[in-house]
Structures are given as C-alpha cells and as structure tokens.
C-alpha cells in the first residue's frame, strides 16, 4: 500500500519562508493535494498538483513534485501567525491517503 | 466553492447510547463520501467509503455494525456510532468529492468531536 512520510514538526519566524515536504510510495495518484488543518476543525483544501507537473504556484505558496524521487513539498512565502497549523500531504489511489501531518509553528 | 456540512460539531453521549452524524454537501451532489476517524496529533484514519444507494465499503479492522453508515442521498451520508464506548471517543470527519472520487479534490466537513463517557 501507500506508504507517505512527513517530518512532524517546523517552527519559522514570521515573515520567513516554511517548507514543508513530503515523500510517498505510489505513484499512481492523478493530483496530489496539500490540506490545512486548525485546531479541533476539518480539512482545508489548500492546493493541489496534478502529477504531471512539477510546480504550482498559488499566491503565497508554491508545490513542488520531483516524481523521480517521489518528493512533494510545499513552500508557503512570507509565512503568517495565521499560517499555524497541521498540513497534510495527501494522494489519491481511489481513496484519499495521508501523511502523518506536519506542525507548523510561526512565532512572532 | 464546495461546502460541506457536518453536524453535530461536537457531542457528548453515555457508554451504550447510540450517536448519530450527519454530513451533507451543500451546494453540489456527492456519489460518494468518506468517513474519516482521527486519534490527538495523528494522521486521518479512512474508515468507510459511503455509496449513494448502495452498502458502504468499510476498512480492514472497521466493525460495519459498529459504525453504521447510510448513503441515502446524493447529499446526504449520515454515520451512526452504535452502542457507543469510551474507546469511540474521537474526532470523525466526513468528506465527499464533487467529480469522481478518485480523480477529483475532497472537501471536508469540520468535524464531529465525540466524547463517550
């Protein structure tokens, strides 16, 4: 099966810039998705790649997909307080599969 | 954009009582929904995929008579959490998919927190 790892934790300043990646085992996915998630809330869609591109850009963020090395990242610019939360990368194979989920800390 | 409603957002019910959770998607007709469980600090769990007009599909190690789920609508899954534990404490999650489930984004409800006591 599906197979996704993340790093669980990434503390940034305000201001700077937040990568958060991701890599995973199948490459069978059509759209590769980035979710937000506040606390104790649902999913957020964020931004989503389709697998035969490697960039996206959406405003303040940036998806990276380097398919050689089953890497997904995401970069969010001129990171906010607002920005805090959990990102999940996530892969569609019929059924939508999740990393463990990234924290991300933005200190003032 | 998409919306998807789920209700209650947070219940709390006694050991042996049944819950019911509805998820509804607002503004666009879903085919099929899913039904997430989530544990504190860890990832979502699938439990079941939810068919419209026909049985759900459960995970491996999730009890359909536990987790009872009806797809009655195209814009309505409802998941009724039966004679209810402790253990079933958790935070449920439904999502639905506007286009075909395994080529289109998933937009998710807010969540019901369910405290067993």
């Known amino acids: 099966g599906e197979d996704v790892e993340q790093s669980l934790f990434l503390s940034v300043r305000e201001g700077d810039s937040s990568v958060i990646n991701c890599t995973y085992t199948d490459s069978s996915s059509t759209y590769l998705y980035w979710y937000k998630q506040e606390p104790g809330a649902g999913l957020q869609l964020l931004t989503y790649?389709?697998?035969?591109?490697d960039m996206k850009q959406d405003q303040r963020l940036t998806v990276l997909l380097n398919k050689k090395d089953k890497h997904l990242s995401l970069r969010i610019a001129d990171t906010q307080t607002g920005d805090s939360a959990i990102y999940f990368c996530a892969f569609n194979t019929g059924k939508l599969i999740f990393g463990q989920g990234t924290t991300l800390q933005v200190k003032p | 954009g998409a919306v998807v409603s789920q209700h209650p957002s947070r219940v709390i019910c006694k050991s042996g009582t049944s819950v019911k959770i509805e998820c509804r998607s607002l503004d666009f007709q879903a085919t099929t929904m899913f039904w997430y469980r989530q544990f504190p600090k860890q990832s979502l769990m699938l439990m079941a995929t939810s068919n419209e007009g026909s049985k759900a599909t459960y995970e491996q190690g999730v009890e359909k008579d536990k987790f009872l789920i009806n797809h009655a609508s195209l814009t309505l899954s409802t998941l009724t959490v039966t004679s209810a534990h402790p253990e079933d404490s958790s935070f449920y999650i439904c999502s639905a998919s506007q286009g075909a489930a395994d080529n289109s984004p998933l937009h998710f409800g807010n969540g019901t927190r369910l405290t067993v006591t």
């Open positions: 790649i389709f697998s035969n591109m």
